[in-house]
Nanobody
């Protein structure tokens, strides 16, 4: 499985962006696809994850109510709709697949990663 993240860009505070994560050849062993982000000089941070079978979602408190993760099974694609963006959302965003049955916010539970897409929010 390979993951291709796209959709990043430069926006202003309050704007919206939609990130996409396309999987080439999703296997049945993938339970969740998640988004993480890493700002310059900071540790990677969990953003959101979605379970493929049920569509159930889980969010970090910092993005709850502003970001929405969704999946489109026919396209093997997961989306991250980001609204009301803030400067502190600036980071490289990565999507990743997990083969862990339980929902997880830990990067170590995700074994396949995309290349990342940069989101910059100006104040």
């Amino acid at each position: 499985v390979q993951l291709q993240a796209s959709g990043g860009g430069l926006v202003q505070t309050g704007d919206s962006l939609r990130l996409s994560c396309a999987a080439s050849g999703r296997t049945f062993s993938t339970y969740h696809t998640g988004w993480f982000r890493q700002a310059p000089g900071k540790e990677p941070e969990f953003v959101a994850t979605i379970r493929w079978s049920s569509g159930s979602t889980y969010y970090a408190d910092s993005v709850k109510g502003r970001f929405t993760i969704s999946r489109e099974e026919a396209k093997n694609t997961v989306y991250l709709q980001m609204n009301s963006l803030k400067p502190e959302d600036t980071a490289v965003y990565y999507c990743a697949n997990s083969v862990t049955r339980s929902v997880s916010a830990h990067a170590s539970d995700y074994n396949t990663w995309g290349q990342g897409t940069l989101v910059t929010v100006s104040s």
